[in-house]
């Protein structure tokens, strides 16, 4: 299928639209084949902003029938349907995931810890996570794939943060980015969604902010100096939405603080750590698979054992070449 320009240049909404669609319009547009189809005007609910959907239009990623794409994640939340997202850093693991019918793969700047073995993600580089990026996606078929804006690369001005997430849009092929904050980063959300950048915000326990924390703690249950209050976080959520945000993740809260925030705004909310009343959940890979040393957190549910399991294969391995059991004759090459 050939991509062809609709009139208006609704191309460079690609992402923030769902696929190549014509604003405005739930009619389709004029091609010299027919190769806009009329799918459905379906609202998105944020407060004042409705816009109506064609059918999608591009080859590979774009074109797969289920293909999971922003303004979906929205309708899923609308039609009660929870939204399933993991951490993803690199090739099999998300091709794994992809298959399992995950909706949304985060590459996540937790990869600094879990990946990398660093105590925070603060050390987390734009380059590292945009060449995450680039692997994840080129894996995945159908998930939405959303990059972790790292500590530093968005903080600093609105347009640092348009030129940093363009690039991991552009050059690591992410479909959306998330950053953490709530008012104070507001402005930059605005200037991001205005540049056609879907943007996923992050409250609640925001490690980035580990410092003024004081460690990795659950946020919005105390007045405790460095900590966010419950009525800061419900604002923090609010004005992500106000600001264009199509998705919030609420990490490290009360299950409660996050039910009245999943009920205050139209956009869903993705939980890790704050509760069953999310929209959706997500979890860091490692903690699901159990490729830790350390017991994962209280709040995630550990679906398999690997480091046990990798650790059992890799100390067989080392006795076997050691014993001279491998390689066995079926592993070498004849004449
Ligand atoms: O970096 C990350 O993996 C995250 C998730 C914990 C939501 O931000």
Request: charged share 20%; proline share 6%; with cysteine.
């Amino acid at each position: 299928m050939r991509l062809l320009r609709p009139a208006g240049g609704a191309i460079g909404f690609c992402h923030s639209l769902g696929g190549f669609r014509l604003p405005g319009s739930s009619r389709t547009g004029t091609a010299d084949r027919d190769e806009y189809l009329c799918l459905t005007s379906v609202g998105l609910p944020v407060r004042g902003n409705p816009i109506f959907f064609l059918a999608p239009l591009a080859a590979s990623r774009c074109a797969m029938k289920d293909k999971v794409r922003v303004p979906d994640l929205v309708r899923m939340k609308a039609e009660g349907r929870k939204i399933v997202a993991l951490t993803a850093y690199d090739y099999p693991f998300a091709r794994i995931f992809d298959d399992a019918g995950v909706d949304l793969l985060l590459v996540g700047d937790s990869l600094g810890m879990v990946v990398q073995g660093h105590p925070t993600t603060l050390p987390v580089t734009l380059e590292q996570m945009i060449y995450h990026v680039q692997i994840v996606t080129r894996a995945v078929r159908r998930a939405l794939v959303v990059g972790d804006m790292p500590f530093l690369s968005y903080q600093v001005s609105p347009e640092q943060a348009v030129h940093s997430a363009g690039r991991m849009i552009k050059e690591g092929g992410a479909e959306a980015v998330k950053l953490e904050g709530g008012v104070t980063v507001a402005q930059t959300v605005r200037r991001l969604v205005e540049a056609e950048i879907p943007v996923m915000g992050h409250v609640g326990l925001t490690p980035q902010a580990v410092h003024r924390m004081g460690g990795f703690k659950v946020q919005g249950r105390s007045e405790r100096f460095g900590a966010r209050s419950r009525q800061q976080l419900l604002d923090d959520a609010l004005a992500l939405e106000d600001a264009g945000a199509f998705a919030l993740v609420l990490e490290g809260v009360p299950a409660s603080l996050a039910a009245e925030i999943t009920s205050k705004v139209y956009i869903p909310t993705i939980g890790i750590g704050a509760g069953a009343q999310c929209d959706g959940q997500v979890l860091v890979m490692h903690d699901m698979v159990g490729l830790c040393e350390e017991s994962p957190p209280r709040f995630a549910k550990r679906y398999a054992r690997l480091w046990d399991e990798i650790s059992r294969a890799a100390k067989e391995y080392v006795s076997d070449v050691r014993l001279g059991r491998f390689p066995g004759p079926e592993h070498a090459y004849s004449d």
